[in-house]
């Protein structure tokens, strides 16, 4: 995670994770089904599990965010799953397995409704009740999927933000990031790149129900900019401020992944 001096040691670090988790799918509780999902001129790898107490239930599609990958979001998955949520996780562009083959980009909602997509050749889903989740920038990917894709009924953003403006550039860590995420060589490049990473032409065609969540003691990220997703998407929004979470709740998560699942559970169930 974060590692780019050794892109090749970062490449073989990815395959042995791959690989384990792979291989330990059918030994966890909720069994995971791999899926090659048709994405342009490739396919992304997606991960379904569902629940064994529902005959059709609502589908959580699980976002990645910036050098993150499907196979960490196996502890909310089973948070989902325990109150009746079938989840996917996937590798979008720029993303785990993904982004040796293809960087990020401005249209990664594109890739979200070929997940939703593919869905559809599974059973034991109710695809009239589909939500989407993100942290981090995955929580402007999952909003901007959301505005898109008028299948989904219900979107959390955990931690994320509306532009590439909060971006530190002398930060070297975050920067350099951005820069293998959208696969350029210089941060110039990356600069440029950023300014097409916004929400601006998309959140007025929001129609899904919306939770906003933001650390109060997230050091990188200001809480005006996940506050502006809310503002911009009006009534549907709710936004609120978890006291003492840092970025991506890593340090509350036994608090924020509960409110989360249950707050997705009513709005994906409500009529």
């Known amino acids: 995670y974060l590692h780019f001096s050794n892109l090749e040691e970062k490449k073989e670090a990815s395959s042995l994770k791959v690989d384990c988790y792979t291989r330990a799918l059918d030994l966890q509780p909720w069994r995971g089904i791999r899926v090659s999902v048709p994405f342009d001129d490739l396919s992304l790898p997606a991960i379904f599990r569902t629940p064994t107490t529902a005959d059709k239930a609502p589908l959580v599609v699980l976002v990645c965010g910036s050098d993150s990958s499907k196979e960490e979001h196996f ?8 109150r009746g949520m079938a989840t996917v996780s996937f590798d ?10 293809m960087p990020m980009r401005p249209d990664y909602h594109r890739a979200v409704s070929a997940v939703i997509d593919s869905a559809g050749s599974l059973e034991g889903l109710d695809l009239d009740r589909i939500g989407v989740i993100g942290f981090g920038f995955g929580g402007k990917l999952a909003v ?38 959208v696969g350029v060589s210089t941060l110039d490049e990356a600069r440029r790149a950023a300014e097409a ?26 809480a005006a900019a996940a506050k502006r997703i809310a503002d911009c998407a009006g009534e549907t929004a709710d936004f609120a401020i978890v006291e003492g979470g840092v970025h991506c709740f890593h340090n509350v998560s036994w608090k924020t992944n509960p409110l989360i699942c249950d707050w997705m559970l009513a709005h994906l169930c409500s009529e």
């Open 75 to 82: 502890v909310i998955e089973r948070e989902f799953l325990s």
């Open 92 to 101: 979008g562009p720029g993303q785990g397995e993904v982004a040796q083959r």
């Open 144 to 181: 901007g999927a959301a505005a898109t894709d008028r299948r989904i009924r219900a979107c959390v953003s955990a931690s994320g933000y509306f532009d590439m403006t909060v971006m530190n550039w002398q930060d070297p860590i975050r920067s350099w990031r951005f820069a293998h995420l």
């Open 197 to 222: 990473y916004t929400l601006e032409p998309l959140i007025g065609f929001l129609h899904s129900d919306l939770l906003v969540l933001h650390g109060g003691m997230d050091a990188g990220i200001p």
